[in-house]
Every structure is written in C-alpha cells, then in structure tokens.
C-alpha cells in the first residue's frame, strides 16, 4: 500500500488512520501537539510525551482527554508490544546518533503486531546537520542526529512499507521564517505473527449478542441483554465507517461476519479484499472473524447467494487453497458457518458433515454453528439435525447463530424476520449440552417494528445459554 509520495502531513496521516488497528497510540516528541490532537479526534487513545512544559500544558489544557506525559524522550520507556502507532516526527536532530539508533529499536520493539510506525527525522543533506544540535548523555552538544531510508532494512527488515519519503520540504516557522530542510520520512508496518496452531478452547467467552443493525442501534445501546456484537464485514469496507467501529468497540467485543470470502471459488478472493478484511478485523480488535461455507460467486458470476459446495476432491483442493491465503492475511481465528440451502447437494447428509469437518480440521478453523440454518437444512431435506450435529468436530464450535425463518409452501426460508422457531430452540439447547461454546448471536434482518420483541429474543437466547452453562 503506498499511501502518497509527497511528505508527511495532515492528509497522509488521516489517510493512513484507517489502517491504524485498534490501540494506544504514542506520540513521542509531541510538541504542540497537532499530530496527537488529529489522532485523538480520530478515536484513538493518544499518550503525548514531550519535554517542553509549556507546550505540553497547552496540549492538555486544550485537550484534558489526552493522556500526556513530560519527559526527555530517552527516558520514556517505550512497553513491548504495546502501541498500536507511534508517531515520531523530527525529534532526532536532538539526539545524537547512539541513541537515534537506540530509539529506532525501542520503537520496532514497542509496537504491536500490526502495530504503524510514522517517523520523520533529518537527513544528511538537511542544513542542520551541519551544526551541534543535538546533547549527549551529559548535556554537552553533540552532532545532529541523523536518518536515512536506508536504516529500513537495517533496523525494519521485513515491515511493510506504506509511505516512504527522502528529499527536500519547504518550511516556514518562527524565528527562521521560509527555510529548507532534507527529511527521511517512513510509515511502516510491524509484520504480524502467523497464527500457530490455534486452541480453541482458550478463547474469550462473549456470552450472548446480535448483529448490529443500523435500524436498531438505540435499542442495542440501551439493552442490558447483548454482551457483544456481531458486525457486517462486507457493509464496512469504507473507511469513512471506521468512526462507527471505533465507537462500538469502545464498549463492545466486535466480531466482524463476512459473506464474500467464497472459499468456494476457483482463485478465491481478491488480495484486496483480503487486506480490506484484515483492516476490519484489526479495527475491531476482535478474538476470531467468520465467513461462510460456500460459494458466492464462480469467476465470471456473481450469485448473490450463499451456495452449498459439493463434498469432493475439488472442492476441497480449493477450499483449502483459499482458506489457507485468507488465514496468511488475516492472522485471526477463522470460523466458518454452515449455510442454508434448499435443495441437497449430495446423495447423503452426513457426507455434507463428513466433509465440513475435514476442511475445518485440515484448515485448522472453527465453526460458527448457524442453529436455525441445521434446523432449516434438516427440515427442507428431510435430514436428521441431530445426527448432523454429532458428526461434526464439537471441539471446534466457537459460535452460535440464532434466528426465526419463514414458511412458504412447505419450505423453511432462512429470511432472518422474525421469532426462532420452537424445534430449533430444542436444536440450540442439545447443542449447548453438547458443546463448549464462546458466543451465541441472534441475526434479525427485517421487520425491525417493534424493536422490544426483538430484544426479548435476546434475553431468552441469553437465559438459555445461561440454563447450559456458558461460563463466563
Ligand atoms: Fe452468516
Ligand atoms: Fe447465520
């Protein structure tokens, strides 16, 4: 991703705070605090270190949310892995050149994975370093510290660059009026660690939840009954949603569901898709992210449906391609649901089971359990849920989905509208019996009038799941 090839400014750094993930953020040599303002108002926490008193207390006085901290920058201790950006702008004409190296390693150390470093710094060719700018350890002036492009494979090997910068920009600021300087500018990314094999039995326990829905955000907000929310990944992959994520994740565990992995296609999902998921999922901080089971499209077409795979060699050849590029990309927990379909896809159901449990186990992913689709599938091809349910590998549900469907001439329609059926909360209690599940989420879809009968479905959901001993 290459954000802009002009230097560091406003724009670029709004530009690059949607793919920021989720996080405290450090704003080391704050100044007057102009970069930590932009960040805070964006919605992340903001720590400004700065050693200049008077500059610091204008921050906080005009930003009391800020949390800042006045210090020599060498005596900050930077956390390991803490950060989830730190920005450092043109602080190391103040240090001498031992301890720009020294920063340029606690600064790889303290960010996360996935965590942004955004750093300026002079270069050889920038006037100023012609002078002793800079203090060594006992306060005597020392040469001016700098940086080049070149210390990125040295100190950041393997980062991802998103913004890379060497040259001339014009400056104008008291006392010196219009002037020249030469900067070496970076935004950079720590590589994420790939997932190890992952114990599912060591994930968080969300309790009970729903799908936000625009439609009934109030009443989402205001119940005592959701403990975490399920978003629509494929509705926010515009950045300018990220303010709704940061803002629900302030107060919930968000779990991003997708539709249009199609782990079913030939060539699977586009890299850009791929990395649009993995900004989502980095936004919500989330335990595990879920798709589908299923192909949405072929490489020509689209269905706009969730359709069922055959169980074969083929299939699962491409499946497993596709999870495993999907599981690269997004270093999560990856659970995949069961969707509905209505007419069988192989001669025998417990096949169907036979072959999700293979590629969950052999793609090392979980399963979000969609309850009301087994029940439906069961319903509409005459097959025993129950014995369906037993095939599958317990060990790995992770999730629940809850929702009521509609009849329509004879067949069980998946349309996420109203009441869960009674066989299926018979269904979903056998399952709770039988499984060790994190999170049960109810999906309503339409017919949001009355938004208490929907909240109501909630609290049963949450009442049973309390009944069957969700530990939380
Ligand atoms: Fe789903
Ligand atoms: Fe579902």
Same mark, same amino acid.
């Given at each position: 991703?290459?954000?802009?090839?002009?230097?560091?400014?406003? @724009?670029? #750094?709004?530009?690059?705070?949607?793919?920021?993930?989720?996080?405290?953020?450090?704003?080391?040599?704050?100044?007057?605090?102009?970069?930590?303002?932009?960040?805070?108002?964006?919605?992340?926490?903001?720590?400004?270190?700065?050693?200049?008193?008077?500059?610091?207390?204008?921050?906080?006085? @005009?930003?009391?949310?800020?949390?800042?901290?006045?210090?020599?920058?060498?005596?900050?201790?930077?956390?390991?892995?803490?950060?989830?950006?730190?920005?450092?702008?043109?602080?190391?004409? &103040?240090?001498?050149?031992?301890?720009?190296?020294?920063?340029?390693?606690? #600064?790889?150390?303290?960010?996360?994975?996935?965590?942004?470093?955004?750093?300026?710094?002079?270069?050889?060719?920038?006037?100023?370093?012609?002078?002793?700018?800079?203090?060594?350890?006992?306060?005597?002036?020392?040469?001016?510290?700098?940086?080049?492009?070149?210390?990125?494979?040295?100190? &950041?090997?393997?980062?991802?660059?998103? &913004?890379?910068?060497?040259?001339?920009?014009?400056?104008?600021?008291?006392?010196?009026?219009?002037?020249?300087?030469?900067?070496?500018?970076?935004?950079?990314?720590?590589?994420?660690?790939?997932?190890?094999?992952?114990?599912?039995?060591?994930?968080?326990?969300?309790?009970?939840?729903?799908?936000?829905?625009?439609?009934?955000?109030?009443?989402?907000?205001?119940?005592?009954?959701?403990?975490?929310?399920?978003?629509?990944?494929?509705?926010?992959?515009?950045?300018?949603?990220?303010?709704?994520?940061?803002?629900?994740?302030?107060?919930?565990?968000?779990?991003?569901?997708?539709?249009?992995?199609?782990?079913?296609?030939?060539?699977?999902?586009?890299?850009?898709?791929?990395?649009?998921?993995?900004?989502?999922?980095?936004?919500?901080?989330?335990?595990?992210?879920?798709?589908?089971?299923?192909?949405?499209?072929?490489?020509?077409?689209?269905?706009?449906?969730?359709?069922?795979?055959?169980?074969?060699?083929?299939?699962?050849?491409?499946?497993?391609?596709?999870?495993?590029?999907?599981?690269?990309?997004?270093?999560?927990?990856?659970?995949?649901?069961?969707?509905?379909?209505?007419? @069988?896809?192989?001669?025998?159901?417990?096949?169907?089971?036979?072959?999700?449990?293979?590629?969950?186990?052999?793609?090392?992913?979980?399963?979000?359990?969609?309850?009301?689709?087994?029940?439906?599938?069961?319903?509409?091809?005459?097959?025993?849920?129950?014995?369906?349910?037993?095939?599958?590998?317990?060990?790995?549900?992770?999730?629940?989905?809850?929702?009521?469907?509609?009849?329509?001439?004879?067949?069980?329609?998946?349309?996420?509208?109203?009441?869960?059926?009674?066989?299926?909360?018979?269904?979903?209690?056998?399952?709770?019996?039988?499984?060790?599940?994190?999170?049960?989420?109810?999906?309503?879809?339409?017919?949001?009038?009355?938004?208490?009968?929907?909240?109501?479905?909630?609290?049963?959901?949450?009442?049973?799941?309390?009944? &069957?001993? #969700?530990?939380?």
């Amino acid at each position: 991703m290459l954000l802009s090839d002009l230097p560091i400014d406003r @724009a670029l #750094l709004s530009a690059a705070c949607p793919w920021i993930p989720t996080g405290p953020v450090l704003d080391l040599g704050a100044g007057h605090g102009q970069i930590s303002e932009l960040l805070q108002a964006y919605g992340f926490p903001v720590t400004a270190v700065d050693e200049d008193t008077r500059a610091l207390a204008a921050v906080q006085a @005009a930003h009391p949310e800020l949390q800042v901290v006045e210090c020599d920058l060498r005596q900050f201790e930077i956390a390991p892995e803490h950060w989830a950006a730190i920005v450092c702008l043109n602080v190391t004409p &103040f240090l001498p050149q031992a301890d720009v190296e020294a920063l340029l390693m606690h #600064l790889a150390a303290g960010l996360k994975p996935g965590g942004v470093l955004i750093f300026s710094g002079f270069h050889a060719d920038d006037p100023g370093c012609a002078y002793l700018m800079a203090e060594d350890a006992h306060g005597q002036p020392a040469p001016t510290g700098q940086v080049s492009l070149a210390l990125l494979p040295r100190f &950041f090997s393997d980062w991802p660059v998103w &913004f890379a910068f060497e040259g001339p920009v014009e400056d104008d600021h008291p006392p010196q009026g219009p002037h020249r300087h030469v900067l070496s500018q970076w935004i950079i990314q720590k590589p994420e660690v790939p997932l190890a094999t992952i114990n599912w039995s060591a994930l968080p326990r969300l309790g009970t939840g729903m799908g936000w829905r625009a439609a009934l955000h109030e009443e989402i907000l205001a119940s005592e009954a959701i403990e975490f929310l399920e978003i629509m990944t494929d509705d926010h992959h515009s950045p300018e949603l990220d303010q709704r994520l940061l803002a629900l994740r302030q107060r919930y565990t968000l779990v991003p569901h997708g539709v249009e992995l199609s782990p079913g296609t030939p060539g699977g999902a586009s890299e850009a898709y791929l990395k649009d998921v993995a900004r989502i999922v980095a936004r919500c901080d989330s335990p595990w992210w879920s798709d589908h089971l299923c192909y949405t499209h072929s490489p020509r077409y689209r269905t706009h449906s969730l359709n069922p795979l055959p169980p074969g060699e083929e299939s699962l050849a491409t499946v497993l391609s596709n999870l495993k590029r999907a599981r690269q990309n997004i270093p999560r927990p990856l659970l995949l649901e069961n969707p509905a379909y209505y007419a @069988a896809v192989s001669p025998d159901p417990l096949q169907e089971a036979a072959f999700f449990k293979q590629i969950v186990e052999s793609a090392d992913c979980g399963i979000l359990l969609d309850v009301a689709n087994l029940m439906g599938n069961a319903y509409n091809l005459g097959l025993d849920p129950y014995t369906y349910f037993d095939a599958l590998p317990a060990e790995r549900i992770v999730q629940l989905h809850l929702a009521g469907g509609r009849l329509l001439e004879e067949v069980l329609f998946d349309t996420h509208d109203r009441p869960i059926w009674q066989e299926t909360w018979e269904l979903l209690r056998y399952v709770l019996q039988h499984s060790d599940v994190r999170a049960v989420s109810l999906e309503w879809d339409d017919n949001y009038e009355v938004p208490a009968r929907i909240l109501e479905e909630v609290q049963a959901l949450r009442r049973v799941q309390r009944q &069957f001993g #969700l530990r939380l």
